[in-house]
């Protein structure tokens, strides 16, 4: 899956564009996270196509429980949603637990679907036209499960995936080494990377150029 990363553009001569990368770690900062770092490797590649951002651990949020935009008291969701409809791109980074996304990252999906009801003048969703990525970390099997299981809620929920629209790692089964504890990026997980961020830069700046019809 992975395909050789195309060569880096210009900054200068590209449209700027922006990205969130929501870390969906079931550990709060400043604890060392393997789906931080991946978010931010992800968040770099996307910076040699003239996309700019941020990495938001999520349970750095008091994001409630609820299907809604904002579930109220003190609720994080607004505030992060914000960031996402502001953004061209959107990261979800989540480990893999049991073979499946982190809980962090299903409260996330069930967060993003309050935006099925919210439409604009013409039927569409506010997030038609963003571009969505996914990287997953693991030290067990379950990695294209994961990705299927975010893709299918990002899509679902108006977001965009581009061809190789993904990254992963995952160690062997079973085993204790986390992918903050390795000593270099693999080269596979690197070329993946850089191939999902070039794709995902490409077709935000398509859909930014046109919009989808009306619903």
Same mark, same amino acid.
């Given at each position: ?20 990368? $929501? ?16 978010? #931010? ?10 996309? #700019? /951002? ?22 994080? @969701? ?18 893999? @637990?049991? %073979? ?8 996330? $999906? ?12 013409? /039927?569409?969703?506010?997030? !038609? /036209? ?37 990254? !992963? @790692? ?5 085993? %204790?080494?986390? !992918? ?36």
């Amino acid at each position: 899956m992975t395909a050789t990363p195309s060569t880096p553009t210009d900054p200068a001569t590209e449209q700027q564009l922006t990205a969130v990368v $929501l870390a969906c770690s079931l550990k709060r900062s400043p604890a060392p996270s393997s789906s931080v770092l991946l978010g #931010t490797q992800v968040l770099e590649a996307l910076g040699e196509h003239s996309v #700019t /951002g941020e990495v938001l651990r999520v349970v750095d949020h008091d994001v409630r429980f609820g299907v809604s935009t904002d579930e109220g008291d003190g609720d994080g @969701w607004p505030a992060l949603r914000a960031k996402v409809l502001a953004a061209d791109v959107l990261v979800i980074a989540t480990p893999i @637990w049991m %073979g499946q996304p982190a809980s962090v990252c299903k409260v996330v $999906l069930e967060r993003l679907d309050a935006e099925i009801s919210e439409t604009d003048h013409e /039927g569409r969703m506010s997030t !038609y /036209g963003k571009v969505a990525l996914v990287a997953v970390v693991g030290n067990e099997d379950g990695a294209h499960h994961t990705v299927a299981e975010v893709m299918q809620g990002l899509n679902d929920t108006g977001f965009t995936v581009p061809a190789s629209g993904c990254t !992963y @790692w995952v160690g062997e089964a079973m085993q %204790g080494t986390d !992918y903050n504890d390795l000593e270099q990026t693999p080269e596979k997980t690197a070329g993946t990377t850089a191939t999902a961020a070039a794709n995902a830069a490409h077709l935000a700046r398509l859909l930014r150029a046109q919009q989808y019809p009306p619903a």
